[in-house]
Nanobody, 120 residues
Framework: VQLVESGGGSVQAGGSLRLSCEAS????????MGWYRQTSGNQRVLVAQ???????EYADSVKGRFTISRDNIKNTVYLQMDSLNPEDTAVYYC???????????????WGEGTLVTVSS
């Protein structure tokens, strides 16, 4: 399994970013995928997920501002983030949703993530 996140950066409050995650090493189209985020000292939290048939769910903290989408041809999942606020500052990761993150050697496997910094 490989998960490569990109698209993070620094923006001012109210701005937008679009994150991408290129996945490989598994059958992407049949897996629910999600975006997680982690702030310093805290656990990763699932903020958006999309099933293989297109159903989407969002955490209350991002509902109405973030949009998840996927391209099963490109094996890529996206997160459009609008109306960003400083509380959205975090490292963002993609991974499997539903049954949980992929595992490798008995441990959850994560990519490098992409840092989003929102200034006020």
């Amino acid at each position: 399994v490989q998960l490569v996140e990109s698209g993070g950066g620094s923006v001012q409050a109210g701005g937008s970013l679009r994150l991408s995650c290129e996945a490989s090493g598994f059958v992407f189209s049949i897996n629910p995928m999600g975006w997680y985020r982690q702030t310093s000292g805290n656990q990763r939290v699932l903020v958006a997920q999309m099933s293989s048939n297109g159903n989407k769910e969002y955490a209350d903290s991002v509902k109405g501002r973030f949009t998840i989408s996927r391209d099963n041809i490109k094996n890529t999942v996206y997160l459009q983030m609008d109306s960003l606020n400083p509380e959205d500052t975090a490292v963002y990761y993609c991974n499997r949703a539903g049954v949980g993150p992929f595992r490798r050697r008995g441990m959850d496997f994560w990519g490098e993530g992409t840092l989003v910094t929102v200034s006020s």
